[in-house]
């Protein structure tokens, strides 16, 4: 196996001794060029301007050269990937200023935006079957699409979408889908989404929103800084065409500008098993001690690649010496000698690494990156307090915005250093109507559009998206908590899918995950891990009791447990009843017994995630704990998985 061997020179002495040979080369060009001999040539035989062009690009080559000459540069780049990451990063840099000017004006004005989206959208639709049997050719505003298609959910679609899939033109989209996004199946189900180049089109520029919005929450890296980010590589499926059917994060060896920028080589991107996946980007992220980001989807995958770094750090000091990945990682023959010949040997950084681990890891991010600039990631379960409790110290972690695989990045969090999460939609991606969340259930529910709504309003999403669906009913619920500009500023409530309805009461996840808090607030030394609950008739259908059942898992374990007393644990049902008015009523009226309150062992809520992941959809990237559980099997397997407490 070919090691690459650590180098004294660094990228930043090799691009300038190349500034300065380049520019040497291109002076002695364009002085042969402006010479009488030059010339003379040109007059009597014509030759081409060949050598004037080099000496041009020469030039250019050498302002580049000298350029990356004075940037923190990561170590790992190959000169290909060098030269990618910093077009890509410059090249977005340039594009800044217009692109915010197209957000804002956007944002100041949202109707107008909508309206320029809904013609868009209609005129690419009209002609298909689709488009025909609904009259979108008759829509031309936001307020025709209100009067004149109907609301709809997936099941208005499921027809159209695999006749797509199955390879069938004109059926209701203008062009032929890239691949077949799979949602993951949180409240049901996952469907199949048809990703167009509209689409991807609509959400790169919202992507580029967010990271302007990550920057603008922390300084800008420098373009030849690498960023890591932990991914494993999700099982997909073909069409009957051959089209790939994935989850919304799905990435290809083959995109070179976007794997440019990234500290784990092209092969780590392809490893389906997550503590594998986590030990590797990590092995890789350490070796570079100029690392400028840390990025994923959602903060427990992040949580646990840290810890995953704590338990496995002399392994990885071990790799990184012998240029060897430590054989009890289960990987794949090739793949492990594939990722290999990425490795380094850098005994300078190794040791600098082991003098830190060895303190501890508490603030270990700063220690071992010092020009880190933040972590990313969508916060679930309050995991961005515990990154920030033990490892990020100093280094800030943002949740960078809302979305899912149907319309991809809606909206966008401008207020990185705020605590409580809201995001600016871009209405370019959706057109947007809100229901009243006291009107959702409604036969025919009246919407609102994005300038009727007002602060403090509770609504449930329905979006008209790049994908093709019109006033598509997603089951979001959020509330609008201020205005950016013109445009309505919201925050995530919960998933309309996700009630608890014994009877009509309608509690919703939020309400139980603030009685949970309270309650366990009370525990001196317990914290909260997880949660998931379920209704009664679901567990024992034959009984005529009705009760919620809510399992969790606390950290520490049940020794602990042992000490929270039978009335500690029936506070519970008491902050159920403060949190939601009709809980209380039927309480009170014994319609509905108290809820009962299960723990589970340690690492549930793992299992519980890779025993869905292998039986839906679904993937590791995209998963996220269903509050509530639907069938009698996800039940009974939870209550197996319950302690005995005294």
């Not at 940037?71 to 910093?86: A, D, I, N, Q, V």
């Not at 300038?451 to 006033?471: A, N």
């Not at 519980?608 to 509050?627: G, I």
Request: hydrophobic fraction near 35%; charged fraction near 25%.
């Amino acid at each position: 196996m070919t090691l690459i061997i650590k180098m004294a020179v660094k990228w930043n002495f090799r691009c300038a001794c190349w500034g300065f040979i380049s520019s040497l080369l291109a002076s002695v060009l364009l002085t042969y060029c402006f010479s009488p001999q030059f010339h003379l040539a040109f007059r009597y035989y014509m030759p081409s301007l060949a050598e004037g062009a080099v000496a041009v690009l020469l030039g250019i080559s050498s302002l580049i050269a000298f350029h990356i000459s004075t940037l923190r540069c990561s170590e790992s780049h190959t000169l290909t990937t060098l030269l990618l990451s910093y077009r890509w990063h410059q090249g977005e840099r340039l594009a800044t200023p217009s692109i915010l000017a197209k957000i804002n004006h956007m944002w100041k004005h949202p109707r107008e935006a909508q309206e320029d989206l809904i013609r868009e959208l209609t005129s690419r639709h009209a002609k298909t079957e689709y488009g025909r049997k609904n009259r979108l050719g008759e829509i031309q505003s936001v307020e025709d699409l209100r009067k004149k298609h109907p609301l709809t959910t997936y099941d208005h679609y499921r027809d159209y979408i695999q006749r797509l899939a199955d390879g069938e033109e004109g059926v209701f989209l203008d062009e032929e889908p890239l691949r077949f996004g799979v949602t993951s199946g949180t409240t049901g189900a996952g469907k199949k989404i048809p990703l167009v180049s509209f689409w991807l089109d609509g959400d790169a520029l919202c992507k580029q929103i967010r990271r302007l919005a990550v920057y603008q929450g922390a300084h800008r890296p420098s373009p030849v800084q690498k960023r890591c980010f932990f991914y494993i590589h999700p099982k997909i499926s073909l069409t009957k065409t051959g089209r790939v059917i994935s989850p919304y994060m799905f990435i290809k060896q083959e995109e070179t500008m976007r794997l440019s920028e990234l500290s784990s080589p092209p092969p780590a991107f392809t490893i389906t098993n997550e503590p594998s996946a986590a030990y590797v980007h990590m092995l890789f992220a350490i070796a570079d001690a100029n690392l400028a980001l840390l990025s994923t989807m959602f903060t427990p995958q992040m949580y646990r690649a840290l810890k995953c770094l704590e338990t496995n750090w002399q392994a990885m000091l071990d790799d990184l010496s012998t240029g060897q990945i430590n054989a009890k990682i289960p990987l794949d023959p090739d793949l492990r000698r594939s990722i290999q010949r990425y490795l380094r040997l850098d005994k300078a950084r190794v040791s600098q690494l082991r003098r830190e681990f060895e303190k501890g890891f508490h603030g270990i991010l700063k220690r071992i990156w010092p020009h880190l600039v933040a972590i990313e990631g969508i916060d679930i379960m309050g995991f961005k307090k515990k990154l920030e409790e033990k490892f990020s110290y100093g280094v800030p972690c943002f949740s960078r915005g809302y979305g899912n695989t149907e319309v991809g990045h809606l909206a966008i969090n401008m207020w990185l250093h705020e605590k409580e999460l809201r995001y600016a939609p871009c209405p370019h991606m959706a057109v947007l109507e809100f229901i009243p969340e006291q009107n959702s259930s409604d036969e025919d529910p009246k919407t609102l559009l994005i300038d009727e709504v007002e602060v403090g309003g509770r609504y449930e999403l329905v979006l008209t998206m790049r994908s093709g669906l019109y006033r598509y009913r997603n089951g979001d619920v959020i509330q609008i908590v201020g205005f950016h500009e013109n445009c309505p500023v919201m925050r995530m409530l919960y998933r309309s899918g996700e009630y608890l309805n014994l009877v009509y009461e309608k509690v919703n996840t939020q309400v139980v995950d603030a009685a949970i808090k309270n309650t366990i607030q009370g525990w001196p030394g317990i914290q909260l891990v997880d949660w998931t609950c379920a209704e009664s008739p679901v567990y024992d259908p034959e009984s005529s009791e009705l009760y919620y059942i809510v399992f969790l898992e606390v950290d520490p374990d049940k020794r602990e447990l042992n000490e929270v007393t039978e009335e500690q644990r029936s506070k519970f049902d008491e902050h159920l009843q403060q949190e939601h008015v009709y809980y209380s009523g039927l309480r009170g009226s014994n319609t509905i017994s108290p809820a009962q309150l299960k723990f589970v062992r340690t690492s549930t809520f793992l299992e519980l995630r890779d025993f869905r992941v292998a039986m839906t959809t679904t993937s590791v990237m995209q998963y996220k704990t269903p509050r509530k559980l639907r069938t009698q099997e996800h039940v009974n397997w939870m209550m197996e998985r319950v302690i005995e407490i005294k």
